[in-house]
């Protein structure tokens, strides 16, 4: 079966987030933001103030750093776009939601059902994944325009808050709904079925690793 | 003598080109994988990322956004002379990897540990490596650039000669279960291991085995390409695809590069070049000629070399 397609704004309402199931494909138009660690904790651990009108402006919040230059004369070129793995920054997420009203968080390798349920859903977001995750230079022909950068000088070109108008921006493939559930971790329970099977005949590595237990006062051999 | 213009030109198109072509094999590999995937979402992501290589080679922009680290590789043929000698070639290097940087653009990826300082052009401490190999003859150079990504899906172990091949496949294993689940490791990826040597060695021998080998090529020691091929075949057999979602295409070619290690040891690493395997290749004559590849061809007999003297004659007739 092939995945559904569908267009979505940056300022989604309600109806359609709900509307939108695990699996889907979903493409964008209108403002989205990029912000991750240096952004959060610029904004909420300094608490600067964020540079824009949240979320009336965008609510779409991109885990990414673009492959951008700003040239001499002050314009800007972006050229690919690749989002980074959202996990690292579950730690601000819950308090920059409530702060920006983002309704759609779109990074890479999504978060746990247990975040989703947490904070997602109490706010109305969901999850958008990128595809692939290196298509980069398909999301950059959904860039219509670079609307500004905030925080460069401060956060450097990587951390910094680029404003991208978007159009048909995508694909990203949603992956967490309004009862919280997750599509990774749909995915793994079905793989986790063959597990069993694939590790028939080996056995634990000689020297272990503290990890392979949690238990300190262990030793390894 | 080798015009060190000429070394900054040719460093800066190879930047270019290998961000934004993906190298042949590896784009072969990958229709055969989006061919035979069933898996709807896997099948789905390959089909992405195929028309992101195209999107990226008509609009001459980057096809990942992230630009992962950029290294090079160089390799000099023993009568090779460079102009203004070593130290020039590096600061070519170092030159051509800023400008590429602005001119792409990339993004500029490399910072202090610590500090986090940027200098916006993917050069600071010990940025780029640079790595050297020789051969035995030739006054030409290669230049190897490529641009690894993947934070996830490099792992490394120290095993021992009782953990046998069934700890090797178990290791195997726990990478592409730990790093392929939500398509961390952006696989379906070539995957490179390193058996042997020191621990220095050891990730050095996996690393050059995922990015210095094309997907098809074979280690010279058959029981070794064998181990390839099973490699290959027990990762696609675990049930997941690109992203981590249902699907066979895990691993696009397993490559196995080895050094003699300590008698007690086998220590093992694993390393995943990605969905976007960035490498481009050119060869530099002392006239000025410059011959473009992908293929790097880094693991030559030389290369892997037993013996205590280089004898190429007497090897060839053995
Ligand atoms: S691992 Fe490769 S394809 Fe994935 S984001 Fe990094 S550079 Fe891009």
């Given at each position: 079966?092939?995945?559904?397609?569908?267009?979505?704004?940056?300022?989604?309402?309600?109806?359609?987030?709900?509307?939108?199931?695990?699996?889907?494909?979903?493409?964008?138009?209108?403002?989205?933001?990029?912000?991750?660690?240096?952004?959060?904790?610029?904004?909420?651990?300094?608490?600067?103030?964020?540079?824009?009108?949240?979320?009336?402006?965008?609510?779409?919040?991109?885990?990414?750093?673009?492959?951008?230059?700003?040239?001499?004369?002050?314009?800007?070129?972006?050229?690919?776009?690749?989002?980074?793995?959202?996990?690292?920054?579950?730690?601000?997420?819950?308090e920059w939601m409530e702060k920006t009203g983002a309704k759609l968080i779109i990074g890479k390798g999504g978060m746990s059902s247990k975040d989703y349920k947490s904070y997602f859903v109490p706010n109305g977001a969901i999850y958008l994944s990128t595809v692939g995750y290196?298509?980069?230079?398909?999301?950059?022909?959904?860039?219509?325009?670079?609307?500004?950068?905030?925080?460069?000088?401060?956060?450097?070109?990587?951390?910094?808050?680029?404003?991208?108008?978007?159009?048909?921006?995508?694909?990203?493939?949603?992956?967490?709904?309004?009862?919280?559930?997750?599509?990774?971790?749909?995915?793994?329970?079905?793989?986790?079925?063959?597990?069993?099977?694939?590790?028939?005949?080996?056995?634990?590595?000689?020297?272990?690793?503290?990890?392979?237990?949690?238990?300190?006062?262990?030793?390894?051999? | 003598?080798?015009?060190?213009?000429?070394?900054?030109?040719?460093?800066?198109?190879?930047?270019?080109?290998?961000?934004?072509?993906?190298?042949?094999?590896?784009?072969?590999?990958?229709?055969?994988?989006?061919?035979?995937?069933?898996?709807?979402?896997?099948?789905?992501?390959?089909?992405?990322?195929?028309?992101?290589?195209?999107?990226?080679?008509?609009?001459?922009?980057?096809?990942?956004?992230?630009?992962?680290?950029?290294?090079?590789?160089?390799?000099?043929?023993?009568?090779?002379?460079?102009?203004?000698?070593?130290?020039?070639?590096?600061?070519?290097?170092?030159?051509?990897?800023?400008?590429?940087?602005?001119?792409?653009?990339?993004?500029?990826?490399?910072?202090?540990?610590?500090?986090?300082?940027?200098?916006?052009?993917?050069?600071?401490?010990?940025?780029?490596?640079?790595?050297?190999?020789?051969?035995?003859?030739?006054?030409?150079?290669?230049?190897?650039?490529?641009?690894?990504?993947?934070?996830?899906?490099?792992?490394?172990?120290?095993?021992?000669?009782?953990?046998?091949?069934?700890?090797?496949?178990?290791?195997?294993?726990?990478?592409?279960?730990?790093?392929?689940?939500?398509?961390?490791?952006?696989?379906?990826?070539?995957?490179?291991?390193?058996?042997?040597?020191?621990?220095?060695?050891?990730?050095?021998?996996?690393?050059?085995?995922?990015?210095?080998?094309?997907?098809?090529?074979?280690?010279?020691?058959?029981?070794?390409?064998?181990?390839?091929?099973?490699?290959?075949?027990?990762?696609?057999?675990?049930?997941?695809?690109?992203?981590?979602?249902?699907?066979?295409?895990?691993?696009?070619?397993?490559?196995?590069?080895?050094?003699?290690?300590?008698?007690?040891?086998?220590?093992?690493?694993?390393?995943?070049?990605?969905?976007?395997?960035?490498?481009?290749?050119?060869?530099?004559?002392?006239?000025?000629?410059?011959?473009?590849?992908?293929?790097?061809?880094?693991?030559?007999?030389?290369?892997?070399?037993?013996?205590?003297?280089?004898?190429?004659?007497?090897?060839?007739?053995?």
């Amino acid at each position: 079966m092939k995945p559904r397609e569908i267009r979505l704004s940056t300022t989604p309402t309600p109806e359609a987030i709900a509307a939108l199931r695990l699996g889907d494909i979903v493409y964008l138009d209108g403002l989205m933001y990029t912000a991750r660690e240096g952004v959060y904790i610029y904004a909420l651990e300094d608490k600067a103030n964020i540079p824009m009108e949240l979320p009336s402006q965008s609510a779409a919040n991109f885990h990414c750093s673009p492959a951008a230059r700003i040239n001499a004369d002050g314009s800007f070129d972006m050229g690919a776009v690749t989002a980074t793995a959202s996990f690292r920054f579950a730690k601000w997420l819950p308090e920059w939601m409530e702060k920006t009203g983002a309704k759609l968080i779109i990074g890479k390798g999504g978060m746990s059902s247990k975040d989703y349920k947490s904070y997602f859903v109490p706010n109305g977001a969901i999850y958008l994944s990128t595809v692939g995750y290196g298509t980069g230079a398909l999301l950059g022909r959904g860039v219509e325009r670079v609307e500004a950068v905030h925080w460069n000088e401060r956060l450097g070109l990587a951390q910094a808050m680029w404003v991208i108008k978007c159009n048909k921006m995508g694909p990203f493939i949603v992956a967490s709904d309004l009862q919280g559930n997750c599509l990774f971790e749909r995915e793994n329970a079905k793989i986790a079925q063959n597990i069993e099977r694939i590790y028939e005949g080996t056995k634990p590595a000689v020297l272990k690793r503290y990890g392979e237990s949690d238990d300190r006062a262990d030793e390894v051999i | 003598m080798i015009a060190n213009d000429l070394v900054f030109d040719t460093a800066k198109t190879l930047m270019e080109k290998a961000a934004i072509e993906i190298p042949q094999d590896y784009h072969e590999g990958l229709k055969r994988a989006a061919k035979s995937e069933e898996g709807d979402l896997s099948s789905f992501v390959l089909q992405a990322m195929l028309d992101n290589y195209e999107a990226a080679k008509q609009d001459r922009s980057a096809m990942c956004g992230d630009t992962g680290v950029p290294r090079w590789f160089v390799k000099l043929g023993n009568e090779a002379q460079l102009e203004g000698g070593m130290v020039a070639l590096e600061a070519a290097l170092r030159r051509a990897t800023a400008q590429a940087t602005f001119d792409v653009p990339l993004r500029p990826n490399r910072v202090h540990p610590l500090w986090r300082t940027d200098h916006n052009n993917n050069v600071g401490i010990g940025a780029p490596e640079i790595e050297y190999g020789f051969e035995p003859e030739g006054d030409w150079i290669d230049l190897i650039s490529v641009h690894k990504g993947g934070l996830f899906g490099s792992d490394y172990r120290m095993l021992f000669p009782s953990d046998g091949m069934q700890g090797i496949k178990r290791f195997y294993l726990d990478s592409l279960m730990a790093f392929g689940k939500r398509g961390l490791a952006c696989q379906p990826a070539i995957i490179g291991i390193g058996l042997g040597g020191s621990k220095d060695i050891c990730m050095t021998l996996g690393k050059r085995a995922s990015v210095l080998r094309t997907v098809g090529s074979k280690n010279s020691d058959p029981r070794i390409a064998a181990l390839e091929d099973e490699l290959t075949a027990l990762g696609n057999s675990i049930g997941m695809g690109a992203m981590g979602f249902v699907g066979s295409n895990m691993v696009i070619d397993c490559n196995i590069e080895v050094g003699y290690c300590h008698t007690g040891g086998m220590p093992m690493s694993v390393h995943a070049f990605c969905l976007s395997s960035r490498r481009a290749v050119a060869r530099i004559w002392p006239d000025g000629r410059v011959e473009y590849r992908t293929d790097p061809d880094w693991f030559t007999p030389y290369q892997r070399r037993e013996t205590v003297d280089w004898h190429p004659l007497r090897e060839a007739a053995e």
